[in-house]
């Protein structure tokens, strides 16, 4: 009667393989070098999974603030060249420009805008900023300006004001009900030349778009008011045009261009911020490769402690195989040693990089406060706070980045094991 050759990963192997994870310190130091194993691993998990949410999370954040205060796609004109040479880039058939944009399938919103840099000033400050001259209802439309929990004022007076960034009120001193200047340099032409043009608005409502350049620099401006402010009676200077799906402009940009006509020129928030965006993705790359790295380094640990095991129990192993075992079953057993580190130290890791994307304001507060402060500078980055967005697929990619390399580098050591002559072993036992 012969008997049946024992199953793969059998318990007996499992047994032996956790007999050998808890191997007291005066067996060699075993265990000492598996809480290595299994510490470095969780860390490197960890690391790699909060870099990867912090990497997405910041993407978001600076694509949804720019989706949500900037045009998906700008129309502008080519020009026509003046009786004076000069070169005219404003749209006198803005109306019916914006209708026909309007009907493009895909397009949700378009809006007439006049643009001009000027200085503001109230009281004794002055700041820089960036006017845009809209329509009331286009700027109600705006999700990050018209925002009621971020802004404050009341935006339906906006026809009697403006509109001013929260960074403009805290650079200017002023609040909703003040009233502050705008300066152009462009004003009244008279004979011994132009004149500065300046005019008092109030303060009717200030927003804050959750992008530091965009609070620190815009003024909106009714859109007859900034006709008349910038000498551009009748005309406009550009259309701001949103879409249902803007990471998908290649859909929209030519049916947008030829409904606007023979003049007209398109760019797009990729074409403004791609620059950016695509530095992101080379940091991006090279922060997995460097974190993979890291993993990997984490990972050679479990071969240290494999080799330490296989050379402190050469004598088991010499015996399990006298008594019967086979090599794939010593292999198993070392295997599941080796893999048992790197399973439970990615799932520690996991734990602990979850944990962090979620709770990453009370953390990043804590750090902010330890540290006294300006730990993160919005002029700098851009945005107001350390972002943390946390995808499955960041997650999968950690695991399977962390199982595979542990898996990988076990099998050496185990199959030196597996190999182990037991005679060699039990000789000078």
Known sequence: MTTAAPK???????????????ARRAEGGVSVMTWISLIGITLAVFALIATLAVRSGFRAEFVGTILGANAHVTVYSAGVITESGQIDRTIPDYAEMAARVA???????????VKGQVLAAHRNSNAGVQVFGIHAEDLESLPGIADNETGYGDLARFDEGVSIGSGVARSLGATVGDRIRLISPDGVKTAFGTSPRVNAYE???????????????RVYLPFAEAQVYFNRE?????????????????????AILRAAGEQARVWTWRDASGG????????????????????LIASMNIVSGLIMLVKNKGRDIGILRTIGLSEGSVLRVFFI??????????ACGVVLGCLFAIYID??????NYVMGGGVWDPAIRGIYALPAELHLVDVLKAVGLSLGLSFIVTWFPARRAARLNPVEALRYE
């Open 362 to 367: 009370p953390i990043f507060s804590f750090v």
């Open 234 to 254: 009748g005309v406009a200077d550009e259309l701001e045009v949103m879409v249902a799906e803007p990471e998908e402009l290649d859909r929209y940009t030519l």
């Open 337 to 346: 040693c080796g893999a048992f580190t790197g399973i439970i130290g990615t």
């Open 276 to 295: 950016f965006l695509r530095a992101l993705e080379v940091e991006d790359n090279v922060m997995f490769i460097i974190l993979s790295i890291l993993v």
């Open 203 to 217: 303060v009717v409502h200030v927003f804050s778009a959750g992008r530091y350049d965009i609070d620190n620099t």
């Open 8 to 22: 793969p990963f059998s318990g007996y192997e499992w047994k032996i393989a956790w007999r050998y994870l808890r």
């Open 103 to 113: 009907e493009v399938p895909g397009v949700t919103r378009v809006a007439p805008l």
